[in-house]
Nanobody, 121 residues
């Protein structure tokens, strides 16, 4: 079993910063691509940023310059540094990872339960 656990969400004032973490736990697996998604009330889930094992990164165009994604392959953890937060950034942020089982080479997409980020005065 592979689990993704997000942390770091909470309430922050406009212009503030938060750092989200997503730790992947389990045995005998390798993580390929990972990413952060978010879903605001009444909206569809959208990609925030994605990072491959190689380090290649894709950001949503509207978030470039404010959000930074990174990963630690040793700790099996990815991070999302968010700055200059706006009320419209309020959403549940989800971590996603493509997991490859090293015993079978089978790949599956796994999701965390999400962490709430609320930007408000």
């Amino acid at each position: 079993q592979v689990q993704l656990v997000e942390s770091g969400g909470g309430l922050v004032q406009p212009g503030g910063s938060l750092r989200l973490s997503c730790a992947v736990s389990g045995i005998m697996f390798r993580i390929d691509d990972m990413g952060w998604y978010r879903q605001a009330p009444g909206k569809q889930r959208e990609l925030v940023a994605a990072i491959a094992r190689s380090g290649s990164i894709n950001y949503a165009d509207s978030l470039k310059g404010r959000f930074t994604i990174s990963r630690d392959n040793v700790k099996n953890t990815i991070y999302l540094q968010m700055s200059s937060l706006k009320p419209e950034d309020t959403a549940v942020y989800y971590c996603n990872a493509r997991i490859v089982r090293i015993t079978t080479f089978q790949a599956t997409d796994c999701w965390g339960q999400g962490t709430q980020v609320t930007v408000s005065s």
